[in-house]
């Protein structure tokens, strides 16, 4: 199975040394539930963007800290990018910056968020029985990150995970577009990594509690990976 990742940023000095690069937490998530994994690398902020579309194959689109209203040359290029992808019902993943993409991109809206940073382990309810295949549990844990979340789905999108915190955690179009707003692809310990180390501005009551939330809390990336996976 072929993965394009569509890779929107690099985090620069955000990664600790047992990290070798940001694409390599998927090299990581994906060979732990399929072992028949090929990927093809797209650096989308450097104007690379995948020329052909084909079917069997997976396109991510990966987390960044642009935002997806922004007006820069290369968020118009993924945002047309995705709606050619749609139109050609190609198997699509959204994840955070990715997820907001593709619902800015099919008619949704997405904004920074007034209830302010996301961080640490999130529980989500799952509202979509198709979703229970996945998460039996009827519960979605992931790792967040983020500032900007999907106030409007587009028309044609159905939602499968919710939280009071971010009420578009999750949603699919059709049998092909796949979109979290969480981060499957972290390491353990990744995102208490970014509290301790890159968060200096932000309140500690909000640091406090995602470094609470991570520790009682599993994320379930796998599940996820299964359900990305299963597009195919």
């Known amino acids: 199975m072929k993965l394009n990742i569509l890779l929107c940023d690099t985090f620069p000095g955000l990664l600790p040394s047992n990290i070798e690069s940001y694409p390599s937490m998927f090299y990581h998530l994906f060979d732990s539930v399929r072992h028949d994994m090929v990927y093809q690398i797209y650096n989308?902020?450097?104007?690379?963007?995948?020329?052909?579309?084909?079917?069997?194959?997976?396109?991510?689109?990966?987390?960044?800290?642009?935002?997806?209203?922004?007006?820069?040359?290369?968020?118009?290029?993924?945002?047309?990018?995705?709606?050619?992808?749609?139109?050609?019902?190609?198997?699509?993943?959204?994840?955070?910056?990715?997820?907001?993409?593709?619902?800015?991109?099919?008619?949704?809206?997405?904004?920074?968020?007034?209830?302010?940073?996301?961080?640490?382990?999130?529980?989500?309810?799952?509202?979509?029985?198709?979703?229970?295949?996945?998460?039996?549990?009827?519960?979605?844990?992931?790792?967040?990150?983020?500032?900007?979340?999907?106030?409007?789905?587009?028309?044609?999108?159905?939602?499968?995970?919710?939280?009071?915190?971010?009420?578009?955690?999750?949603?699919?179009?059709?049998e092909h577009i796949l979109s979290f707003q969480g981060h499957p692809e972290y390491f353990m310990d990744y995102n208490r990594y970014l509290i301790l180390n890159h968060a200096e501005d932000e309140p500690q009551e909000i640091k406090d509690a995602a470094l609470k939330s991570i520790d009682e809390l599993k994320a379930m990336g796998k599940e996820a990976a299964y359900w990305m996976t299963n597009l195919i």
Request: glycine share 10%; with cysteine.
């Open 44 to 174: 989308i902020q450097e104007g690379e963007i995948p020329e052909e579309i084909h079917s069997d194959e997976l396109y991510l689109i990966t987390g960044s800290r642009a935002g997806a209203y922004d007006e820069t040359k290369w968020v118009k290029d993924l945002l047309n990018f995705i709606q050619k992808a749609h139109a050609r019902q190609a198997n699509l993943i959204g994840i955070c910056f990715g997820h907001q993409a593709i619902a800015q991109a099919l008619g949704g809206r997405v904004e920074k968020s007034d209830k302010g940073w996301g961080t640490g382990i999130r529980s989500s309810k799952i509202v979509l029985p198709e979703a229970l295949k996945f998460f039996p549990e009827g519960i979605m844990n992931l790792d967040y990150n983020h500032n900007d979340q999907v106030v409007v789905l587009p028309k044609e999108a159905t939602l499968f995970a919710s939280s009071d915190f971010c009420p578009i955690d999750g949603f699919i179009v059709g």
